[in-house]
Every structure is written in C-alpha cells, then in structure tokens.
C-alpha cells in the first residue's frame, strides 16, 4: 500500500529547511523500499513546529515536526508511516490545540491540499461559492457580502459590501471597463496571512476574485503582489494557468457566459505601494503617489476605471461567504467586528503562526493560551499590534477583545492582524525611533507633514535621548506627531504617530535620556 | 575695447555603454511587454532580471520605447527601492529590518552581517560576491530573524547561521 506523506512548500517552511526534509524523505523511503507519494501541501500554520511532516495513516493524518533532514531515517525506524511513536511526534494533526481551538472559514483548506492542484481545491469544497454566485444577479451577490457584514481586512475595516455596490452601480464610461485589483502588497511587518493564502490556496483567492468580478461587472483583475514574495508570485502563477485550462478563468467561464482574465503584476520594494491610490499609480506604471480622495476608487480607479480594490484576506474570505451563506459567516464574531480573523502570532512568541479566530478573542488568550508566552522565556512588556503603523499595547490591555471598535476606542489598531511580541529587553525608544526613521524611508514624499515631520522627528528623537533639552523635545515631539496626524495625506504619516506615542505614554522610563538615567541611578 | 566672445558648451550626448548583448536583451524585453497596459513596472523587472540592475543607458531605450520621457522612467527607477542602478554582486542578500526580527535580534545580526562582509546597506562587498541590501519584511514574521538570499527565504538566521548561509553560497559557486 502506498503511504502519503505530506510536506509543506510554504515558504516558511522552506525557509527552515523543509526542501532538504523532502528530499530525505524520498531517499529514505526509496532506499527502504517504502511505498511513499510525496505531496508537497502548504503550511498548517504552526510555523514553530516547521517543517511538519504529516502521514496518512487509515485517513487521519498524524503529525511529526520539527523535522529535519537527519531526522528522517529515525522516523522510518520509528515505523512513523504507521503513526510511530516518536520523540517529534505530535499525534493526529487535527487533534493537537493549537489547530483544534482555531475558527477556520478563510483558512479552512490551509495544509489540506496540493495548492496549485485544482482537483484537490474542488475535492474541498472549493469552487462551491463561484458556483452559486454563477447563479445569482450580481446585486444578489453584493447583498450577500453586505449581509455577512464582511469588512476590509487590509487595515481600514470598511465594510467590502459597500465598495462592491458602489462599482456594481458605477457609471461606466468609454469601453465600459471596470476592474477588480487584489492589494497582496502585505508589507507590514508581523503579518504573513497573505502569503500563506497565495501559497497555500491560491484558488481561494482567484475564485473570491472571479466573484468579484461578477458582483461587479468587471472583466480584468490585478494581484498587485509584492517582490519580496516569490514562492507566491510562482504558486499564483501556476494555479492561473490551471484555472484557465479549466475554464474557471478567461472567456464564458463554465459556459455561465460570464468573463473573467486575471494577471499577477509584482511590486518593487515600496510599502507605501500597499495604499490602494498608491497602489493604483503603481499599477498604471508610476511611481507609488497617493493620490487625493476623492475620487475614490470604487468610481475613478484603476487607469479611471470603477475598480474593486480589496486585499487578499478579504477576497479569499468572499467563497466560504457565497457558499455557507451571509449568516453562518456572521454568526462568528462580536458587535459590529462579524466573521473571523486570521491573526499571525509573530516576533518573539514560543508558539508563532497562524491563528483564526472569531472576533473577540483577547491579546492575552492569543499571547498565552496560543502563543504560549514568549520565544526567549522572558516576560512579555508589550506587543504592536497592526503593523508598523500601530500601537505598542502594554500588558494592562492584554484583555481588550480583538474588535475593530475596541481597539479604535483604545487608540489601537487591528489592521491586517499581525501582533508582534516583544520580551522586556526590548527598547522602546528605540522602536519609537524606528518607527519614525521607517516612514522616512518609505513616505512617497507627496505630502510635507509626512516627508519632512518623520526625518525630523527621528532627530528630536535623538536629541531626547542624547540630554538635549529633553523636557522641550518631548514636547516638540508631541506636537509634531499632531501635525502629522492631522496633516498627513495617508495612513502613513497619519497613523506613524500611534507607535511613537503609545511607546512614549507606555513607556516614559526608556526615553530618559543617559544623563536623567545617570541621575536617577544615583 | 574688445569683448570676451561667449561660447555656450553643447553638450554631447555620451554614447551608451550598454555591450551589444545587454542592449539585446533590454530590447527582448521591451519587445515582449511594451503592449501590456501600465508596462513601465513589468519592464524594469525584466531588465532587473535579465542583467541584475537596470543600467542607466538603458533608461533612453525604455523611453524611447513607452513614448515617455527619459526624466519620467528615472523617477519611477529611483522611487521604487527593488531597482538597482548598479551592477550587484554575485549574490544578492536581503536582511529584514523590520520589527518581528528585532525583536529577534534582527539589529546584532544587522551589525553582524555589516561586519562581516565589510559594507553598509546597498554596498557591494570588495570581491564582489555579495551585495547586501535591507528589507521590510520577508513575510517570516514568526521564524524571524529573516534573511533572503537570492530569492531563497531563511528564517531563524543568528549570525552563526548566518555565516553558515554564506558559506554555502560558495560552496554552490564552487560545485
Ligand atoms: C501606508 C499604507 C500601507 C498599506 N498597506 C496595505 C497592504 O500592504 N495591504 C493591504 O491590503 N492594505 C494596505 N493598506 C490599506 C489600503 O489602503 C486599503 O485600505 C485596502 O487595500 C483596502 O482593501 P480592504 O478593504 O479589503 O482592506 C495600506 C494603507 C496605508 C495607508
Ligand atoms: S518582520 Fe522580518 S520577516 Fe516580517
């Protein structure tokens, strides 16, 4: 009998060693005289445990992990294509809790499948939403998206029902062409969610997409992916083509009349690319500069077009929407936060990955019950939360429910749901620095309270901190984060101040300058 | 009295010192793509990919091509911080600065990897080999610190690993 043996080709996975693991494995069972099929499956989402070799045994799938290439003869010895017991052995996949305490509407294939093979996406339940949408007047489909109350999920939170209706009901001048663009820029750091969809199930993606497109009326979609992400660029690429060999993708898709083309264009390095105007000028072949709003895009965007923009979490949510209905989506989560979130436990956590969960779950279940407390041993002081652009969260908020609302009333961001972890050694002057010193680095230079205010505010930072009238720059700094908070064209330097701020009001003792720290040591 | 005779320089256009093969292939390029709505970006990252770098005498060719000026396809080169307008080094290694990987010890291996290979970000090391460049976010948050090399990712880099990563670079170039 042959045994099938699973090992992922997500780029974390690869990035510690997996491709070494899979080449031993086919030796290993080779020289043995094992009967192995070997599939290259995408991440479960324990990225601490990777690589994570799964095998099949009587069709439950049993886990071993981390394992590296000299593992491997001692797993055979263990007898592991039988589910040996094993010192990396972690029992039936679905039975160990990280996974088993998750809600996994997004991210339910995630680890299951082949991700480029579309029979394996259609054995599970893929393609079921396209299939209904093909069914449904497109107003039918925006009123489907507006009732799961599905909301942006690239960091504004607006609800997608709402941008979908604004395109559907678009005048359309010219050719009449509309078009649906993906922001798969993910360029904050602490998330990897995006990826681990285009690499782990770009179908999911290309079908939330394809509907889109029929919601819409628009025949052309973009994947505006980042350059830093090549294993995607290849995955999406490869699951493109097999999706047009099968007629999910270009003309009179499954003979429903309806026409779809999709292309992947790549970024170059600039994460102010990730603002959709920006992303949009990119697109068109410009350099990366927000535009005014309005006109917003949903009327006037892509080459002047009506123009769906969404990011990748929130596409790749629409399927499961279209095929379990609006309501079992929104029947997850709390107040007006509906559906789940796929956050990335990220940074200095024992137990880092991917996490989905309902809205509501708090920091310190997510920290703690998943994370397991952090990766150094030492006590967690404080997590960012949102990407650069978010605050630092000290420990007396690590019960605030994961809500778009309660956060925001907080002066906190969910964003795209990253939570990066830091231990107490960490300092955060020097983050508040870095925060300022980042928006120097990526500010499309279009606006001057963002182009000039980060540069000067990483050197009234320095000064601070060197003594030089600390007590003047402190307030110098104050009043400069509100110029750039109210002044600033886009989220960049307009949300650049809650980092530098929540450090500041968090943590007061790490600005002391050397001087003040002398003194008070005294 | 005599008056000094004003000679205003014209200055002549240098000729480009792109070889025959690189303009060949930037010409392949443009050839393949030049129809594609919003070409510019698609065609840097052939050029980037074909020869390395977008070499500044190949800027007039693309302008020519997409019916732009030279001063526009410049300004989206220099914007976007992927293009490189010098040849790099045979090896081309991207460190997260990010903050995940500082809160892993992205800043020591920073220093580490400055140190070691003698060059700040952007440089070239002296023999050529690696070119070291930063970069915010790999998308390997959880087994940060990160490190790409050549379009490989790494995760968990320490600079002892980091080391061994360079090490078999050479080994490749050798085998
Ligand atoms: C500086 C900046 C960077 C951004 N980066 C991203 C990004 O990388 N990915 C993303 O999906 N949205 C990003 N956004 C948000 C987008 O502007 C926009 O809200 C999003 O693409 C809309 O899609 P959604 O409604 O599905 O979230 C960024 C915004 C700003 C201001
Ligand atoms: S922050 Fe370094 S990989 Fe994301």
């Keep these: ?522 | 009295m005599k008056t000094e005779r004003r000679v205003i320089p014209i200055k002549v256009e240098a000729r480009s010192t792109l070889t025959p093969q690189d303009d060949a292939a930037v010409r392949t390029v443009i050839n393949k793509m030049q129809d594609m709505p919003g070409a510019l970006l698609p065609i840097l990252h052939g050029v980037q990919d074909a020869l390395g770098y977008v070499p500044k005498d190949a800027i007039p060719v693309i302008a020519q091509a997409l019916n732009l000026s030279r001063a526009e396809v410049h300004g989206v080169v220099s914007f976007y911080h992927w293009y490189r307008q010098e040849k790099p080094g045979e090896h081309v290694i991207h460190l997260c600065r990010a903050e995940a990987c500082q809160s892993r010890g992205a800043v020591a291996l920073e220093a580490h990897a400055k140190a070691k290979l003698g060059v700040d970000f952007h440089g070239t090391s002296s023999d050529g080999r690696y070119t070291l460049e930063p970069a915010y976010c790999l998308g390997n948050c959880a087994l940060s610190p990160a490190v790409m090399i050549d379009g490989e990712l790494y995760g968990r880099v320490s600079p002892q690993r980091f080391d061994t990563l360079l090490e078999k670079t050479a080994e490749e170039a050798a085998s």
């Design chain 1, 1 to 522: 009998m042959t045994t099938t043996i699973y090992i992922p080709r997500d780029a974390a996975a690869l990035s510690v060693g997996a491709d070494d693991t899979a080449k031993a494995l086919a030796a290993e069972a080779q020289r043995l005289g094992v009967a192995a099929r070997i599939v290259r499956n995408s991440s479960r989402g324990m990225l601490w445990l990777e690589p994570v070799v799964e095998v099949e045994v009587n069709g439950k799938r049993h886990a071993y992990g981390p394992v590296q290439a000299e593992d491997v003869a001692s797993l055979f010895a263990a007898d592991f294509v039988n589910g040996g017991a094993h010192p990396l052995a972690l029992g039936p996949t679905d039975d160990i809790p990280y996974l088993k305490n998750q809600e996994r509407l997004t991210f339910a294939r995630a680890g299951l499948t082949d991700p480029v093979s579309i029979d394996d996406y259609i054995a599970h339940d893929g393609y079921k939403g396209l299939t209904n949408a093909l069914a449904m007047a497109p107003a039918a489909i925006v009123e489907a998206v507006l009732d799961s109350g599905l909301r942006g999920r690239g960091g504004a939170a607006f609800p997608a029902g709402i941008k979908w209706k604004t395109v559907l009901n678009a005048p359309v001048e010219g050719d009449g062409q509309k078009y649906v663009v993906c922001n798969a820029d993910e360029g904050d750091s602490g998330t990897f969610a995006d990826r681990m969809i285009m690499e782990g199930d770009p179908f999911v993606l290309i079908e939330g997409m394809t509907i889109a497109g029929i919601a819409g009326g628009a025949t052309r979609g973009y994947i505006y992916l980042r350059c830093e992400y090549p294993h995607a660029q290849r995955a999406l690429n490869e699951a493109i083509a097999n999706a047009y060999a099968r007629n999910y993708l270009g003309a009179n898709i499954l003979g429903s009349g309806k026409h779809f083309d999709l292309e992947v264009r790549m970024g170059a390095g600039a994460y102010i690319c990730g603002e959709e105007t920006s992303l949009l000028e990119s697109l068109e072949g410009k350099r990366g500069q927000v535009r005014f709003k309005p006109p917003v895009p949903a009327l006037k965007g892509l080459f002047g077009c009506p123009t769906i923009i969404n990011n990748v979490v929130t596409l790749a949510s629409v399927p499961v929407i279209l095929d379990k209905g609006a309501e079992h989506y929104k029947n997850f989560g709390v107040g007006r936060s509906r559906g789940t979130l796929p956050i990335q436990l990220a940074g200095n956590i024992k137990h880092g990955g991917l996490v989905e969960k309902a809205f509501g779950v708090t920091l310190r279940e997510l920290l703690y019950d998943f994370g397991g407390g952090s990766a150094s041993g030492r006590p967690i002081r404080t997590v960012q939360v949102g990407g650069p652009l978010g605050a630092y969260i000290p420990e007396s908020q690590f019960d605030l429910p994961l809500d778009y609302e309660a956060y925001a009333k907080s002066g906190n961001m969910v964003g795209h749901g990253g939570i990066v972890v830091f231990d107490d050694t960490v300092d955060m002057a020097a983050m508040a620095r870095y925060a300022m010193e980042f928006c120097a680095i990526e500010s499309c230079g279009k606006c001057t309270p963002c182009r000039i205010g980060s540069t000067r505010g990483v050197e009234v930072i320095d000064r601070m901190l060197a003594g030089d009238l600390p007590v003047k720059q402190e307030a110098l700094l104050r009043d400069l984060c509100e110029t750039m908070l109210a002044g600033s064209l886009c989220a960049l330097g307009g949300m650049v101040p809650y980092p530098v701020l929540s450090a500041l009001n968090h943590f007061p003792e790490d600005f002391q300058s050397q001087p003040q720290r002398a003194r008070a040591a005294s």
